[in-house]
């Protein structure tokens, strides 16, 4: 507990607030930077612990793995800027972190259910009544919920199975 | 004003850190700090504001039970607290003196939907989303 590593087997140690609160700042750097990249190896700075450590720690308190949690927010500005702006996609696919724009178009369409085009012409079409809540919460709100690894929904949609068997994920 | 809302309390993991940070750093002031035992009763008052006060309370025995103190240190921790927007006249002045002082914003200013916002976090892990007022507002 002093540590604030999680213990491997043993029945599950409460986290240490401290710890978490070192967490904390590794999401909120992505947060604030969803476009960079964030190997395990520099959120394991920010949050001081170990890189052997961080994805398990940051899994278990956000309940997503790190490069998980970082996709929902790209995924989330790259809506934001689809909705708000008139950028071309290849340009909000760059600004938001990917390298070309099949992967992003092919990523987006495979969590969201539907294309980057497809969104944008739905969003601007409906005028929102969301002016009086501060911009960042609508964004927040609309965060694609990804409770499953990209690959795992991928699989799934294409046998049409529902299992919620999760793979182990790289970080 | 004679009705409305008095007090707001925040979950702090330190009353002496918060304490330090909401008056020294936010530039609060004291309005209420009384122990008895254990327990301190600690409210700061923004100084535009007189008529309201935010409380700065541990999860503590013996109103809660050690597992309830334990998730609340948790969730505290992890940011998971309800949002807090503080109302500024000049966010990217507010900003600077801030953070000189030590503050960690976690977003810097940010022009947007004809305002400026920022972001930062109390020690404990409050999460405060800071707005530059509307002209007129």
């Not at chain 2, 992890?78 to 507010?94: E, I, Q, S």
């Amino acid at each position: 507990m002093a540590t604030g590593e999680p213990s491997k087997n043993s029945a599950k140690m409460s986290p240490d607030p401290k710890l978490l609160r070192r967490l904390l700042r590794a999401k909120d750097r992505m947060d604030a930077a969803s476009h960079e990249a964030w190997p395990v190896r520099r959120l394991a700075r920010v949050s001081g612990v170990s890189e052997a450590h961080f994805a398990r720690s940051f899994k278990e308190a956000f309940g997503a793995p790190p490069h998980r949690y970082l996709l929902t927010r790209r995924l989330e500005r790259a809506t934001a800027l689809l909705r708000d702006t008139d950028l071309p996609i290849l340009e909000i696919a760059l600004q938001t972190g990917w390298n070309s724009l099949g992967t992003f178009g092919r990523t987006f369409r495979d969590v969201t259910g539907e294309s980057p085009t497809e969104l944008r012409a739905r969003e601007q079409a409906a005028r929102h009544e969301l002016e009086r809540v501060p911009a960042c919460f609508v964004s927040a709100a609309r965060r694609p919920g990804l409770i499953i690894a990209v690959s795992e929904k991928r699989r799934q949609e294409s046998d049409g199975t529902k299992e919620t068997q999760e793979k182990p994920e790289l970080p | 004003m004679s009705q409305g809302i008095g007090v707001v309390g925040l979950y702090v993991r330190d009353q002496d850190e918060a304490l330090e940070f909401y008056v020294e750093k936010l530039g609060f002031r004291v309005h209420t700090d009384a122990r008895n035992g254990d327990y301190r009763w600690l409210t700061v008052q923004h100084p535009d504001q007189p008529s309201f006060q935010l409380g700065l309370f541990t999860p503590q025995a013996p109103m809660l039970d050690a597992a309830t103190v334990q998730i609340l240190r948790e969730v505290v921790a992890k940011g998971a607290m309800p949002p807090l927007v503080l109302v500024v006249d000049d966010c990217r002045a507010a900003y600077d003196r801030m953070r000189t002082r030590g503050v960690e914003f976690t977003q810097a200013p940010e022009s947007r939907y004809s305002s400026v916002d920022a972001s930062f976090r109390d020690p404990s892990g409050n999460g405060w989303k800071m707005i530059e007022a509307r002209r007129g507002q």
